[in-house]
């Protein structure tokens, strides 16, 4: 099993940079890729990046070039990094792993919040 926990949510202005991370532990060494998603208030949860044991990415048009997904070499923490934020990436924002057995765990969420 694959425990995942997310942290550096926060408050930040329109036009502001956070950094997610999402550090993972249990059998970690097992994950084969680890994605991104979010869910605003009365939405479903959506797809927001991806990054595979190929170091491929893919992301969703409406963070593309504005957000970018890394790993560490042995999927012991992934990171969102986002920039240009605007007030629709308001969101609680999930953590996906995937392991080898084809297996998906998810972290607790952490909240985005962009106002002014």
């Known amino acids: 099993q694959v425990q995942l926990v997310e942290s550096g949510g926060g408050l930040v202005q329109p036009g502001g940079s956070l950094i997610l991370s999402c550090v993972a532990s249990g059998d970690y060494y097992t994950i084969v890729a680890m994605a991104w998603y979010r869910q605003a208030p009365g939405r479903q949860r959506e797809f927001i990046a991806i990054?595979?044991?190929?170091?491929?990415?893919n992301y969703a048009e409406s963070v593309k070039g504005r957000f970018t997904i890394v790993r560490e070499y042995d999927w012991s923490t992934g990171y969102l990094q986002m920039n240009s934020l605007k007030p629709e990436d308001t969101a609680i924002y999930y953590c996906?792993?995937?392991?080898?057995?084809?297996?998906?765990?998810w972290g607790q969420g952490t909240q985005v919040t962009v106002s002014s």
């Open positions: 990054v595979t044991r190929e170091v491929t990415t």
């Open positions: 996906m792993a995937r392991t080898q057995t084809g297996e998906n765990y």
